[in-house]
């Protein structure tokens, strides 16, 4: 069976706990959990902004929030194998830049 790679928009979802979460965690439970991964470019993309909240806290409350955020961050990507970004994937990605498909740059 193939990979089932979430990318940054998945795992945005299942951080938010939201009705939407759930629909997808239930989608998710069907497939074998060794069949799911995503990758390193969501996990850094993610990372970065959660990392510019906890920055930001101004207040101890605020501070609480973003680390229990960044926290929920870390558990979610520890459920799911994480693709690297080797010389083969530099090389899909230039050819899909070259290709000029009509997506923005962190969706290739």
């Known amino acids: 069976m ?4 979430l990318d940054t928009n998945h795992m945005s979802i ?3 706990q939201s009705q ?3 629909r997808l965690e ?6 074998p ?3 799911i991964a995503t990758t390193i470019v969501s996990y850094e993309e993610q990372t970065r902004g959660w990392l510019s909240v906890s920055a930001q806290a101004q207040t101890q409350s605020m501070q609480i929030a973003a680390y ?3 926290k929920r961050h870390l558990d979610i990507y520890g459920k799911f194998a994480v693709v690297q ?3 083969r994937a530099a090389e899909v990605f230039e050819r899909l830049k070259q290709a000029k498909i009509r ?3 962190m969706d290739l």
């Open 2 to 5: 193939p990979i089932r790679l």
């Open 14 to 16: 299942l951080e938010r």
């Open 20 to 22: 939407e979460c759930r």
């Open 26 to 31: 239930s989608h998710l439970s069907a497939i």
């Open 33 to 35: 959990q060794d069949d």
């Open 68 to 70: 229990l955020r960044l």
């Open 85 to 87: 970004y080797d010389e």
């Open 103 to 105: 997506i923005g740059t």
